[in-house]
């Protein structure tokens, strides 16, 4: 369900729209209202929340964004490509070298590694 309260009435509309719903940014948000033939600096009432909410209800946003973009993920480590295995051991997905950057993860890795005792 879409997070649009009267409060945003009086603010830039679009703004607030793009920050508040996860998966709408400001080019959607601006393509929605003007399919709707909405004003993005005017006050909009009640009847023009509703049509943006059902606007807004035929995109995947939310909670169905989040777990589209988790299967995803989930099914390229299933396959064992190389994007899969990189998002299994925390490096760097797209392409970005990792000889000077991308510390923060090469010190996950480093830690769960180094955690390991032998038994004698």
Do not use: W
Not at 1 to 10: A, H
Not at 30 to 52: A, F, G, P, V, W
Request: hydrophobic letters at 30%; glycine letters at 6%; aromatic letters at 4%.
């Amino acid at each position: 369900m879409t997070k649009i309260s009267k409060d945003k009435k009086k603010r830039n509309i679009v703004f607030d729209l793009s920050r508040s719903i996860y998966g709408i940014g400001p080019a959607t948000v601006r393509k929605i209202l003007q399919k709707l033939n909405i004003n993005e600096q005017d006050e909009i009432s009640e009847k023009q929340i509703t049509l943006i909410k059902s606007e807004c209800n035929k995109y995947d946003i939310e909670g169905n964004l989040r777990r589209k973009i988790a299967l995803n993920i989930k099914r390229l480590k299933e396959i064992g490509c190389e994007r899969g295995i990189r998002h299994r051991i925390g490096l760097p997905v797209r392409g970005q070298k990792t000889r000077n950057n991308a510390k923060t993860a090469k010190k996950s890795r480093k830690r769960t590694s180094a955690g390991d005792k032998k038994f004698k």
